[in-house]
């Protein structure tokens, strides 16, 4: 005979003085069609419910005062539920097998959440509103999603997924944020925004058709980001602040791009194999970027401004790079090896430029408008071609190409020229 236990943990406001305070409440079920339901309300509340076979669900309320919830599942159409609403929340939920599902959604005080799911067609939320919140996820196998939203105070997040269908999602608005996420296998795919105030993200995506996405919006934001295998991509934005991004690519389809707003931006990508892109665009106080590629289709775009220096490295692959720096402290390095091309373009003021292209289709060209200009090309062998022009203030140029089908062509227009072609055959 198919059995339910029904369990109410404090039914209704009109209890004994004594439910009230002392709450408590501990379910045990073990197989058939399981189910248990618990609403506490006030003052020292707390429950366990551990359900282990067959058509397991359990709803968890608990209102005020020092909450504590555990639910522990085992097999089965597993699902959960919990709403608590204020004072010292924590709650945890695990699930082992079969059709997962958990939903946490606390109010106020002091949250913790954590759920814990095995296998099967997890899926996991949580949204908490204020306090000291935390909260974790930790998928294993099979259809996996989970979503933290958090809206203010100590926020923190964490979600690791390992095989299937992964996703997730973590948005938190206001105060100490972080989020973490590791995904490990098969669909991969992230988004982590956060709003105000000590920012940071953190994410590892391994192998399949990886991710990634970010945003954040102000204060000491922070993001990294490693894709490895498959079909990675990224897209990290940040706006106000004490930017940093540091996004590493390993193989397959790799393309990035990472946008920085105000204050002290720094960036560097750095992908290895296959069909790499990347794409910074920097603005205001003490940009840096630094894009290192390897082998393949490599492409990089920089485009800065004020504190600027660029630092674009592509060795082996299909090279193409493309600086463009406008007014204040520019400076832009490229150095490539193997199809070569490269285009930099800098605007107004402490201007430098150093292009080295070695061998294979090299071809470079240069402009730089007003300011203390300075720029360098050397070429080494293959195709060559540089074509620099340069227009006031403290011009010099200085080509260097030493084998091939050499070129040149240097145009400086106002102030302190000075121009050197060194060629070969």
Known sequence: MKKVVLS????????TANAQENNKATVKQKGDTNLSTGIQLGERNSLEVTQTNDRNVSMVSQFGNEN???VNQEGDKNLVGNVITGDSN???TEQAGDDNASFIDINGDNNLSVAFQDGDSNTAVASVNGGSNASQVVQVGTLNEAEIIQDGNANYGVTYQIGDENKGLTVQYGSENEAIAFQTGDSNNFIAAQNGEANSNNLTQNGDYNGAYGYQSGTENVIETTQTGEYNYNVTEQEGERSYSWVNQDGFLNISDVKQEGTLNYSTISQAGDLNEAYVDQSGVRNISTIDQLGD????????AHGSTSDIKQLEGGNYAEVTQAGFGNNSTVRQESENFALVSQNGELNTSLVDQRLSGNFANIVQEGDRNNSVALQTGAENLVDVL???MANT???SQMSNQNSGIVSQIG???TSVVVQGR
């Open 415 to 417: 102030n302190h020229n």
């Open 68 to 70: 504590t919830s555990t």
């Open 397 to 399: 140029s200085v080509i």
């Open 8 to 15: 109410l943990a404090v039914l209704a406001i009109g209890l």
């Open 90 to 92: 924590r709650t945890i």
């Open 297 to 304: 289709d490599n492409y990089a775009k920089v485009s800065q």
């Open 390 to 392: 340069q227009d006031g």
